[in-house]
């Protein structure tokens, strides 16, 4: 991805790399769609990614023969989390094959060898790449583009750069699918604002809607930066499109992060209904039209309000709130309406939600952010419980950020988060929030303002951060009122007389050429 933070030196040089492969791989996309490609691409980047984990592993073990280690005993590598790659599925085998007519077969029986040897992949990988529209010299050519994958140390090779070249490659797949790679991909700077403000260190981690898994992506990759442990969080998630289901066990697997993803619709099939997590992160369908709410009028979720059945956003809202444990938080991203809308008997719900003192805080996000998108949107922050001993108690008060201001723009019409800017949101959540060693927190003229509750009723229970920041605070420039006066006075009297001469001299040539008075 774009914005990929290394632990090293070699930043640019990964995303120089990185982006010379996405050139390379896209000009072999030809006439494909790039919804179709991504599956192509993605799919030999996560082959190339276990192949190597399982050489490095194999490598290791024939050093080992003279101790008893067997190289082909499929359970020594399911003993450390490494999938069994059978002999037919190995790099080696496909790169040595890629200029052969069948290598599209060759690929797809290596894929189904994979998933037979190890279930936790069953009827996940893409299995057709021998199709007819699938040009196989082309295939062939992407084959060894891939290969050039595993460079640096045997730690870089098995997962650091695959793993960025498989975000990367997201990313790029959803800026080129437009609108709608966008509903399986969000931001990962706006995913990071998530997780940083919630700081999910320990516990159950849910999203409904999980997409192709950012958000436990980059779950883990906080716990990692903050020096935690990864098995103190276990992960739930679910996905109702299939491909995109695939998309994110795929991109789990290729990190080690074990997890519990299920296929389904979270509304009409629940595949986790007893879960109560620690944490909801989650971005769902903007606006959702087509969620079929007209079937789930009675449901024991909606305890606000039933959402109206032409706008899923206040079911997701509600859907995130069942599954929150008595001291969970949540933290998801809804278009900027959710924040007033009254239509359909939303602004009743909100009002429900308010008033059950749930919302924590809530920020306006600039625009630009998605690729999907040009809806302004927002971060909603919601607590089971204010007082419950791990931070101060704030009860009957909410957190306003207004951060439309923040960002920068990478391109002509994609906006980015800086590493300052996640840092000034996170950091004000948490002086505000009491965490330890956040310092202390102050109301910031036009950024943020901690209103109680009495004042978001006064606004009619609208959650729009504007409404309570205020204005900027004009900076002081020390002038003297009267003598400013003075000066901006003579100035204005300065460019009218300067005006007036123009005046005479557009007269004078409207003269000249005939059309004077």
């Given at each position: 991805?774009?914005?990929?933070?290394?632990?090293?030196?070699?930043?640019?040089?990964?995303?120089?790399?990185?982006?010379?492969?996405?050139?390379?791989?896209?000009?072999?996309?030809?006439?494909?769609?790039?919804?179709?490609?991504?599956?192509?691409?993605?799919?030999?980047?996560?082959?190339?990614?276990?192949?190597?984990?399982?050489?490095?592993?194999?490598?290791?073990?024939?050093?080992?023969?003279?101790?008893?280690?067997?190289?082909?005993?499929?359970?020594?590598?399911?003993?450390?989390?490494?999938?069994?790659?059978?002999?037919?599925?190995?790099?080696?085998?496909?790169?040595?094959?890629?200029?052969?007519?069948?290598?599209?077969?060759?690929?797809?029986?290596?894929?189904?060898?994979?998933?037979?040897?190890?279930?936790?992949?069953?009827?996940?990988?893409?299995?057709?790449?021998?199709?007819?529209?699938?040009?196989?010299?082309?295939?062939?050519?992407?084959?060894?583009?891939?290969?050039?994958?595993?460079?640096?140390?045997?730690?870089?090779?098995?997962?650091?750069?695959?793993?960025?070249?498989?975000?990367?490659?997201?990313?790029?797949?959803?800026?080129?699918?437009?609108?709608?790679?966008?509903?399986?991909?969000?931001?990962?700077?706006?995913?990071?604002?998530?997780?940083?403000?919630?700081?999910?260190?320990?516990?159950?981690?849910?999203?409904?809607?999980?997409?192709?898994?950012?958000?436990?992506?980059?779950?883990?990759?906080?716990?990692?930066?903050?020096?935690?442990?990864?098995?103190?969080?276990?992960?739930?998630?679910?996905?109702?499109?299939?491909?995109?289901?695939?998309?994110?066990?795929?991109?789990?697997?290729?990190?080690?992060?074990?997890?519990?993803?299920?296929?389904?619709?979270?509304?009409?099939?629940?595949?986790?209904?007893?879960?109560?997590?620690?944490?909801?992160?989650?971005?769902?369908?903007?606006?959702?039209?087509?969620?079929?709410?007209?079937?789930?009028?009675?449901?024991?979720?909606?305890?606000?309000?039933?959402?109206?059945?032409?706008?899923?956003?206040?079911?997701?809202?509600?859907?995130?709130?069942?599954?929150?444990?008595?001291?969970?938080?949540?933290?998801?991203?809804?278009?900027?309406?959710?924040?007033?809308?009254?239509?359909?008997?939303?602004?009743?719900?909100?009002?429900?939600?308010?008033?059950?003192?749930?919302?924590?805080?809530?920020?306006?996000?600039?625009?630009?952010?998605?690729?999907?998108?040009?809806?302004?949107?927002?971060?909603?922050?919601?607590?089971?419980?204010?007082?419950n001993g791990r931070f101060r108690d704030r009860r009957g008060e909410t957190l306003f950020i207004d951060a439309r201001k923040l960002g920068t723009m990478v391109d002509r019409v994609h906006r980015e988060l800086t590493d300052e800017d996640i840092g000034k949101i996170a950091g004000t959540y948490h002086a505000w929030r009491g965490?330890?060693?956040?310092?202390?927190?102050?109301?910031?003229?036009?950024?943020?303002?901690?209103?109680?509750?009495?004042?978001?009723?006064?606004?009619?229970?609208?959650?729009?951060?504007?409404?309570?920041?205020?204005?900027?605070?004009?900076?002081?420039?020390?002038?003297?009122?009267?003598?400013?006066?003075?000066?901006?006075?003579?100035?204005?009297?300065?460019?009218?007389?300067?005006?007036?001469?123009?005046?005479?001299?557009?007269?004078?040539?409207?003269?000249?050429?005939?059309?004077?008075?």
């Open positions: 991805m774009a914005g990929t933070e290394a632990n090293n030196g070699d930043t640019a040089a990964n995303l120089d790399f990185e982006a010379k492969l996405w050139a390379a791989a896209d000009a072999l996309r030809n006439n494909m769609d790039a919804a179709e490609y991504k599956h192509v691409v993605l799919g030999l980047v996560f082959l190339k990614y276990i192949s190597d984990a399982f050489e490095a592993k194999h490598a290791e073990l024939e050093l080992q023969r003279k101790q008893g280690a067997d190289p082909e005993d499929p359970d020594e590598y399911r003993a450390v989390s490494i999938f069994w790659v059978p002999k037919e599925a190995r790099w080696s085998q496909l790169k040595a094959s890629a200029p052969q007519p069948t290598i599209g077969k060759l690929v797809d029986d290596a894929m189904s060898a994979i998933e037979r040897d190890n279930p936790s992949l069953k009827g996940v990988l893409p299995k057709d790449f021998a199709r007819p529209g699938l040009d196989k010299e082309r295939l062939g050519q992407l084959i060894n583009l891939v290969s050039k994958i595993g460079l640096g140390s045997p730690t870089d090779r098995a997962k650091d750069i695959l793993g960025h070249v498989y975000e990367y490659s997201l990313s790029q797949f959803a800026s080129a699918e437009g609108k709608k790679g966008g509903q399986f991909y969000t931001p990962p700077r706006v995913v990071r604002v998530l997780v940083e403000v919630l700081a999910p260190y320990k516990g159950r981690v849910y999203d409904p809607c999980c997409g192709s898994g950012g958000m436990f992506v980059s779950s883990e990759k906080f716990i990692e930066a903050h020096s935690g442990k990864i098995g103190d969080i276990s992960i739930y998630g679910q996905e109702s499109n299939y491909t995109t289901w695939r998309l994110a066990k795929m991109n789990l697997a290729i990190r080690g992060i074990d997890a519990q993803i299920a296929h389904g619709d979270s509304f009409h099939n629940d595949r986790h209904p007893d879960l109560k997590a620690d944490y909801v992160l989650a971005n769902p369908p903007f606006n959702d039209s087509d969620w079929r709410g007209e079937l789930l009028k009675d449901d024991k979720r909606w305890v606000y309000g039933v959402p109206p059945a032409g706008n899923a956003n206040f079911a997701w809202v509600q859907h995130f709130i069942h599954h929150l444990a008595p001291t969970g938080l949540a933290g998801f991203v809804l278009a900027n309406g959710s924040m007033s809308s009254n239509q359909s008997g939303e602004g009743e719900i909100r009002k429900a939600i308010i008033e059950a003192d749930l919302v924590d805080c809530m920020v306006a996000l600039p625009g630009q952010l998605f690729y999907s998108t040009q809806i302004p949107v927002c971060l909603w922050f919601l607590a089971r419980a204010k007082k965490d330890k060693d956040a310092g202390k927190y102050e109301d910031v003229a036009g950024f943020c303002k901690a209103a109680k509750l009495d004042e978001i009723r006064e606004h009619g229970h609208v959650l729009t951060p504007g409404r309570y920041v205020g204005v900027e605070a004009a900076e002081e420039d020390g002038e003297p009122f009267d003598d400013k006066m003075k000066r901006l006075t003579a100035q204005l009297r300065e460019q009218m007389a300067q005006g007036r001469k123009l005046d005479k001299q557009i007269e004078a040539n409207l003269r000249e050429l005939g059309y004077g008075e």
